[in-house]
């Protein structure tokens, strides 16, 4: 079983920077295509970004394609999101995943029946 727990959310303003972290425990992430989705109120949740099991293969939701970036450290079985440049609109809950299929496969389906976090809060103010 994996245990996924995100940190480093919190209030910022726009244009700040946040860097969010997920912990993973039960299994190494190096199994998984490891990747972090959103939920805004009122919203469905949405893909936000996925890295392949080696970290070579990196995808991004448009809307925040050049201001985030995925990254993992399979050796601390961590996975973060730097988000820069940081908009009223990407408010949200985050949420962490681990996936066993392909990167690629949870970039076109955009969703995930794995492994999720607890989710974390990020505000960012106008």
């Known amino acids: 079983q994996v245990q996924l727990v995100e940190s480093g959310g919190g209030l910022v303003q726009a244009g700040g920077s946040l860097r969010l972290a997920c912990a993973c425990s039960?299994?190494?992430?190096?199994?998984?295509?490891m990747g972090w989705f959103r939920q805004a109120p009122g919203k469905e949740r949405e893909f936000v970004a996925a890295?392949?099991?080696?970290?070579?293969?990196?995808f991004y939701a448009d809307n925040v394609k050049g201001r985030f970036t995925i990254s993992r450290d399979n050796a601390q079985n961590t996975v973060y999101l730097q988000m820069n440049s940081l908009k009223p609109e990407d408010t949200a809950v985050y949420y962490c995943?681990?996936?066993?299929?392909?990167?690629?496969?949870?970039?076109?389906?955009?969703?995930?029946?794995?492994?999720w976090g607890q989710g974390t809060q990020v505000t960012v103010s106008s």
């Open positions: 995943n681990a996936d066993q299929r392909a990167a690629r496969v949870v970039y076109d389906s955009k969703n995930s029946n794995d492994y």
């Open positions: 039960g299994r190494t992430i190096s199994s998984y295509t």
């Open positions: 890295i392949s099991r080696g970290g070579v293969g990196t």
